[in-house]
């Protein structure tokens, strides 16, 4: 028995639970519960940013990416870069006109509440979806951990990350998010130094194997109008453009990363808690890609079997090779990345049905019945996402699947954004029309086309942008309000 390593994990478990609870007392208000009384500073929302951008889908999936692959998802994460520069010139200045509690809000003010509901409703659907992936990932690991794959080990994770988010609302997300954060950092720069252990000869010999199988490439520029252009996922154009787009869609449209934005104590605040998040996710993402590499050449030397699920790789060597403490310690991190993950998903739908429906059916209501229905509503999510995790074990490579059911919705949001912010003379039946077109085409693209998942969020924008446009002469320019 492990008791070294199950005693890091529960006093892990225990503590974080703890630590998020005692917020409890600050949340008098919506405005608490949902932005964290907009006191949190810069550098602590960008490190929440961070945590919402990462889950356990991000831990065990990347490295997973490399043993298969090469180094060419970073190119994606380029693509986030570019990505940052747009919301911060396009989407922050309309979030910090007035105060606004979702992203759904600038759509009501620009089309009207009808367009704000669908909106609201694409994103409840596609973080329900997205986040059963990710509760699903945690089975992968509590399976190695207990040797079984028990849902009840999952409802545990779920049921300690929902507490805390219930009692500490936004202000106990970003700060879990900070400490667990730094916890899964922790644990991949020793994981790192372990595995390199574990191979004789360390580096020279990793770029000695790697090299030649062009493991360590990076960009792919291949160029080619043909179907192998956009099956091609993970090409340096799919990855600019692809992560331009997911980017811009998840950070700038979707209420998971637009709340935390709406957190800052200004909008220069939330611009730099944007940037710097990205020097952390470069950081990050080289990181785990690289240890997907040196599990390559360590399973290739020793003539492994490969686990019968690619994701298993890189927590399955923790379990069974690292020092007894060691392997509890990253365990512990790569549940760390799970709980900060859901409990944003968990604010973050909460406050989008409450805000963006409920509210504005009872807005002579008090602001104590408001709280009291935003705690109610984070319970109905957390067992909704439990139930979307129990059926989301076939649906694939974890990481893959999260980012594609993602990437469905993203272009239909993405458009209707850009219609708002970008045109004066759509209105709203033109911008419903619009988002409907690219919903529908990104979904027949999903399950009718091989394209790549990184093309999903730019077929959909163009589609509901230019649809939109089309729509919009069919429908007098007095139904915007913009």
Request: proline share 3%; no cysteine; glycine share 10%.
């Amino acid at each position: 028995m492990r008791y070294l390593d199950f005693a890091v994990i529960i006093f892990y478990l225990i503590g974080i639970t703890w630590f998020g609870a005692r917020f409890r007392e600050t949340q008098k208000s919506l405005k608490d519960y949902f932005l964290g009384g907009r006191n949190a500073p810069w550098w602590a929302i960008g490190f929440s940013i961070v945590s919402a951008e990462t889950s356990t889908l991000t831990v065990i999936g990347t490295p997973a990416l490399a043993f298969k692959g090469d180094l060419g998802f970073l190119q994606l994460v380029f693509g986030y870069l570019l990505a940052r520069i747009i919301i911060s010139l396009l989407f922050l200045p309309q979030y910090f006109r007035g105060e606004m509690f979702t992203a759904y809000e600038l759509m009501d003010r620009r089309f009207g509440p009808h367009i704000r509901k669908l909106t609201a409703g694409s994103f409840l659907l596609l973080r329900a979806l997205a986040e059963g992936v990710r509760v699903f990932a945690i089975s992968i690991v509590v399976s190695i951990i207990l040797g079984t794959g028990d849902n009840l080990s999952i409802l545990v994770i779920v049921l300690l990350t929902l507490f805390y988010t219930f009692e500490g609302g936004m202000t106990a997300v970003i700060w879990t998010d900070v400490i667990q954060m730094f916890l899964y950092i922790a644990g991949a720069v020793l994981s790192f130094a372990v595995i390199l252990q574990h191979i004789p000869g360390g580096w020279p010999h990793v770029a000695e194997v790697a090299g030649p199988l062009d493991k360590f490439r990076i960009f792919d520029f291949r160029f080619e109008w043909s179907g192998e252009f956009l099956t091609r996922g993970y090409s340096f154009w799919a990855g600019i453009l692809g992560g331009a787009f997911l980017t811009t869609a998840s950070h700038g449209t979707e209420q998971l990363m637009v709340q935390r934005l709406l957190s800052a104590r200004s909008e220069n605040q939330s611009r730099a808690a944007l940037f710097a998040s990205w020097v952390v996710i470069f950081f990050q993402f080289t990181l785990f890609l690289l240890i997907g590499l040196m599990l390559f050449v360590y399973y290739r030397d020793n003539g492994i079997a490969l686990p019968r699920v690619a994701d298993q790789i890189y927590p399955r060597f923790i379990w069974e090779q690292l020092p007894h403490g060691a392997s509890g310690l990253i365990m512990a991190a790569i549940l760390a990345a799970a709980m900060s993950n859901l409990s944003a998903a968990l604010n973050s739908l909460a406050s989008t049905t409450v805000m963006d429906f409920y509210k504005p059916l009872r807005p002579a209501r008090s602001e104590a019945h408001f709280l009291k229905a935003a705690r109610g509503t984070t319970i109905l999510w957390g067992a909704v996402l439990m139930g979307v995790g129990i059926l989301a074990r076939h649906w694939g490579s974890v990481l893959e699947a999260g980012l594609g059911i993602a990437s469905i919705v993203y272009g239909g949001l993405l458009g209707v954004f850009l219609l708002g912010l970008l045109t004066r003379r759509v209105g709203e039946m033109a911008a419903m029309v619009g988002m409907s077109a690219g919903l529908l085409t990104t979904l027949y693209v999903k399950f009718g086309t091989p394209i790549a998942f990184t093309w999903y969020v730019l077929i959909g924008t163009s589609m509901t942008f230019l649809v939109g446009i089309a729509a919009s002469f069919l429908w007098p320019r007095e139904n915007s309000r913009g």
